[in-house]
């Protein structure tokens, strides 16, 4: 049982419009752990995604796009932390139109919220 739908004085589910994106590809799965292997899998950079309302660190990151030349892309990898939710969405090399807006985390932000790995 739906519950009731007040548009149509039914129990049926409200009707969703699909949307279509031109700019989303889904492609196979990638075993991304360096910047070489996102390279050798065309990919330019990443951007990074706070699944839920996440930590500071997490909420300072969303959003922010990476290229897989800067420092920080092997440094700064998800999960940052336990609990941690965060996922990078990689970019194709054939996105041209994107630009990389990636600002190093604050030394406190990392300090406070960031395990490091290794």
């Known amino acids: 049982m739906f519950g009731w739908n007040k548009r149509s004085n039914t129990s049926e589910p409200p009707v969703r419009k699909r949307i279509q994106s031109p700019m989303i590809q889904v492609g196979p799965p990638l075993n991304i752990k360096t910047s070489s292997d996102a390279k050798r899998n065309g990919i330019a950079g990443a951007q990074w995604s706070s699944v839920d309302d996440g930590c500071p660190l997490c909420r300072y990151l969303d959003g922010m796009t990476i290229s897989v030349d800067h420092p920080d892309f ?40 960031y395990e490091a790995k290794g």
């Open 74 to 113: 092997n440094r700064i990898v998800p999960p940052l932390h336990d609990g941690c939710k965060c996922i990078r969405i990689y970019i194709d090399s054939e996105q041209t139109h994107t630009t990389f807006d990636w600002v190093t985390p604050p030394r406190e932000l990392l300090d406070k919220h």
